[in-house]
């Protein structure tokens, strides 16, 4: 199975923002434990590429970079044994560096135009963040029905409560975060590994994961 169609089956990106690579390895570990599949380590801590290379060691998974601003962020991810690159924004050399490496890569846009600019570039995913300052599904709804060809995924204000109603609207993935980890990643380990379970059941309703 290529990286996006992993992406398509499985959905829900758990996006690990935390202090230390010990404290990301924890968290990323515990929502493993929970069962969910897509990994994002953001790059927002020292050494975060390490924490990469660890977890690309494991079975059944897919680990990636977060929060790639730059080339040599891109370069450094795809060193470490990155699955994917996400970044906040829309960067052509991340994106040819990421499609010479086979990488999946997923960029940043908001607006319809920045959208198409994105997935013009070779985007195999398009992130629209924060998507709540748009109006959460029902804009994602708008845009793909606009532009119905183009893979979304969301994040910013989409919670454990509400993904559903992102993927529901037409989004590919959506990204979960301080529902799951908690503000600043200081939720303790049993407790992410219970809501990431949660998820794989809310999801288990409609999809099979």
């Known amino acids: 199975m290529d990286s996006m169609d992993f992406v398509r089956k499985n959905r829900v990106f758990a996006v690990i923002r935390a202090d230390s690579s010990e404290n990301a390895l924890r968290l990323a570990e515990a929502c493993i434990e929970g069962g969910l599949k897509l990994i994002e380590i953001t790059f927002s801590f020292p050494s975060a590429e390490k924490t990469i290379e660890k977890l690309g060691k494991m079975d059944d998974i897919l680990v990636g970079a977060g929060t790639v601003l730059n080339i040599e962020m891109a370069r450094s991810a795809s060193r470490s044994g990155a699955g994917f690159i996400i970044s ?74 509400n993904f559903m109603e992102f993927l529901q609207a037409g989004a590919t993935a959506v990204g979960l975060s301080t529902s799951l980890i908690g503000s600043g990643g200081l939720a303790d380990s049993k407790t992410v590994s219970q809501r990431a379970r949660k998820v794989v059941q809310i999801l288990s309703e409609l999809y099979v994961v």
Not at 120 to 126: E, I, M, S, T
Request: proline letters at 4%; hydrophobic letters at 45%.
């Open 88 to 161: 906040p924004h829309t960067d052509r050399e991340i994106i040819s560096h990421a499609k010479s490496e086979n990488l999946l890569v997923a960029s940043g846009a908001l607006t319809s135009n920045e959208i198409l600019k994105a997935w013009n570039l070779g985007a195999d995913l398009v992130k629209i963040f924060p998507v709540k300052s748009v109006g959460g599904a029902s804009y994602i709804r708008a845009i793909k029905g606009l532009l119905p060809f183009i893979e979304v995924m969301t994040t910013g204000g989409v919670t454990i409560e």
